[in-house]
């Protein structure tokens, strides 16, 4: 039985919420392991002077857990 879990990040951009997404599942992939799906939830952004300065994604994303009894059959 696979187990997945569900983190939720923010990923930041200056261009775009395509990139702010993007940057969340690069950065989240530096430190965790076969990312399997991406939940976008809240889009957002900064303004400065009338114009956006920043855009921000919400994400929930999705990977399984790994077997530690499985990996190491000792424990």
């Known amino acids: 039985m696979t187990v ?6 923010v990923g930041e951009s200056q ?6 997404v993007q940057n969340a ?9 076969g990312i399997t799906g ?4 809240n889009l957002t952004a ?3 002077d009338g ?4 855009y921000k994604a919400n ?3 999705a990977f399984p857990v790994e077997n530690r009894c499985a990996a ?3 424990l």
């Open 51 to 54: 114009q956006i300065v920043e």
């Open 4 to 9: 997945v879990k569900v983190i939720e990040v």
């Open 25 to 33: 599942v690069r950065e989240a992939s530096q430190t965790i392991r």
């Open 46 to 48: 900064n303004v400065k």
């Open 38 to 41: 991406v939940e976008i939830y």
């Open 72 to 74: 190491n059959p000792g």
């Open 59 to 61: 994400v929930k994303l």
């Open 15 to 20: 261009k775009n919420w395509t990139d702010a």
